[in-house]
DNA sequence: GTGATTCTTTTCCTCTGTCAATGAAAGAAT
DNA sequence: ATTCTTTCATTGACAGAGGAAAAGAATCAC
């Protein structure tokens, strides 16, 4: 683990600060009871925790005060003031860095991309840094400063130690990505994994918020999942969680880069599509768009392509809600846009799959707009600076 | 939930003795300077946790002195006294009656078992009504109270309500079997999932002690598995978890209860291996004993029916190591020994499907004594008594 | 015996969160 | 208009948990 970095600490500084904090954040404009009853706190703890973040500012008073009950002294709610810090979440993929720049509530405010010419971290990392100064200066703009960095890399991530232990996608290997931004820009930096990191802004900001165990599951150029396990995600001994995408369905399925076949991901994921696409129908099928075009047309062989994936989604789903039994699973992903295609199969499959009262799991699907993924990498700056692993 | 039942409370009062009791508890004797480094408390805290748990008798000073560092004051060490409190543990099959007298350290003192004329709940409470009553004349003997008592049942069991939401082998739905077997014995009842009790047993006393994440498979009549996630069980928001049992391994392997093909348990569970060891070889084979004779004489086709179920545990292990990187798989269960004849299988199968680094999971074996599913339902009941969850 | 070393306890002391009482802000009742 | 009722919020006293540091205790080395 790194040496706890010098920059300016939590606004919380008790366990019952941070707890008001962090409620107040997921759960919108509070008035102090609700919070109270909400954290288990008592009221005269809930005044003590927010006065010290009022007064920092990170907590403001009022507004919609919508239906309040006609008798009794008035409430007052208690909101964040989204404002009053700004983080930075940076995403790298194999030929593209999408930068945001996100409030505290982590809505977007600015989002900025450019392509790489390299993957290797000495092409990727000046990139990097100066987008991170470019979005820097954006925020000067706001007069608000920023403080803290979140970069999402695909694969084994080591967030604690903020290492790169091994990314296939980026052919790195043991990149101490923290330490070298953190020298390079000065700002708090968190290195995650991207699911996770897709996973903590669902937990905090999106579907999750509320629930102890819920799990994301992306659909798209690989198929990856989130879990949220007893109010923490889930990271894994060895580096090593929430792969669904290697849940080998059918041994006599496609050969999946793994080394086994019938993988979720050899059959459903971008590229297995459209080999499948490819082989149904002969044609030259070259994009996920193209794919699409077709099955929209009607084309049942390869409506019968995306079928076939949703269901392998699908059981893929039934075996996590068989294993895990959580509240929800969130569909998300790029690959969310053929949903329609699939939409059938996972049902079906996961209504087969699941195992007794298991069916009863919410199963919701969320659009992914592509600087989602860099919004997951601010989350995981915004928490490191809030400090709260718990939630 | 049930109202807190009026019993005499738990012996550690703050969250720092129950912490000390625990580690104590699972680490065997300890210094008081190294509960201290465990748990990160202050050695001052520490002595202020140990005095109280040694005045009730709960901690008791001294023996196993064994090497001993050469200078300075020698340590006194710290253990449980588990003659302290006993507990009984009760597991309810389909056909019988496993009763275990544990004590604090979960230790088997006496254990009992009766057969049972029907599974219905006015056939099987009376006999454990008796089977509890026989065990409390035994506790007489030791001079020592019973603190409490678990029950493990199979099926979607809710712990904190004491109900027995379904079990399929008893045919039991919604049966608050808590509650009834409070009110007969008067003792604290925790009702729980066998699977998830086992699970506790191995978290607190077996191979799971320090880990906050592993896996326990079941080998047997059934497959099964309990899961230990950031130290606490998982025990899934609609009852189902760890049902390892009916992920779908093969869609073109026989057909399983659950309606699907190719569950692990259609191919690994002991019906299973049955049926497949009578058509491969034509024999009226009728138990799994006759099955394992036939395999350890050498033949091929038998040994062939048991590989292929290893293979199906091995993939199965692999998906749940895949999905959440535990530290450690424990294997266990009745089918353990066969192991011989699964091992091959198990260990390749789960070369192969775990993903990356997530092999370097520890998987584990542990012979499981048919007491031991009782056992684990003391544990649940010692677990309840101290009264912490988290470990 | 004296000193060195290490474990354990004691003595303060800080600090967190609760309890119970008080204050504050509205509408309702008189 | 004034008082009452109701609910929200704050205050101040307080209990108690755990930490820091010093003192005490038990052993071996010399």
Chains 1, 2 share one sequence.
Request: proline letters at 5%; charged letters at 20%; aromatic letters at 4%.
């Amino acid at each position: 683990m790194r040496s706890t970095s010098p920059h300016e600490v939590v606004p919380a500084t008790t366990p019952a600060a941070s707890l008001v904090f962090t409620t107040v954040l997921s759960h919108g404009p509070l008035t102090r009871i609700e919070i109270a009853r909400r954290t288990g706190l008592s009221s005269a703890a809930v005044t003590k925790a927010v006065r010290p973040l009022m007064q920092l500012g990170y907590l403001v008073e009022g507004a919609d005060e919508g239906a309040r009950p006609a008798v009794g002294r008035p409430a007052n709610l208690v909101r964040v003031d989204a404002g009053r810090a700004l983080f930075i979440g940076i995403k790298v993929t194999g030929d593209e860095i999408i930068a945001v720049l996100a409030d505290l509530c982590c809505r977007i405010r600015v989002a900025r991309h450019v392509r790489l010419a390299g993957r290797e971290p000495g092409a990727v990392l000046p990139s990097v840094t100066a987008l991170v100064h470019e979005l820097l200066t954006e925020a000067d703009g706001f007069g608000v400063q920023v403080r803290g960095l979140g970069i999402a890399v695909s694969g084994d991530v080591d967030r604690a130690a903020g290492v790169v232990r091994y990314s296939p996608f980026l052919e790195w290997r043991d990149v101490p990505l923290a330490g070298i931004v953190e020298t390079a820009t000065g700002l708090p930096v968190t290195v995650d994994n991207d699911v996770r990191a897709l996973t903590v802004a669902e937990q905090w900001f999106g579907a999750g918020v509320g629930l102890s165990d819920f799990a994301l599951v992306t659909v798209g150029a690989g198929i990856g999942c989130g879990l949220v396990v007893h109010g923490r995600v889930v990271s894994g001994a060895h580096g090593v969680a929430g792969e669904i995408g290697h849940l080998s369905i059918d041994p006599l399925g496609p050969p999946c880069h793994c080394g086994n076949n019938g993988c979720v991901e050899a059959i459903a994921a971008d590229p297995a599509i459209l080999r499948e696409v490819r082989s149904a129908t002969g044609l030259p099928v070259a994009t996920v768009a193209e794919a699409l075009e077709l099955a929209r047309t009607g084309d049942p062989r390869v409506r019968e392509v995306y079928a076939r994936a949703g269901e392998a989604i699908g059981r893929a789903i039934g075996s996590v809600v068989n294993l895990l039994g959580p509240e929800r699973v969130v569909i998300s992903g790029e690959g969310l846009a053929a949903y329609d295609l699939f939409a059938e199969g996972i049902r079906d499959a996961f209504a087969a799959s699941a195992f007794g009262t298991a069916v009863q799991c919410d199963v919701t699907t969320r659009p992914l707009p592509f600087e989602e993924w860099a919004r997951g990498a601010a989350a995981t700056a915004i928490q490191s600076f809030i400090g709260s692993d718990t939630h």
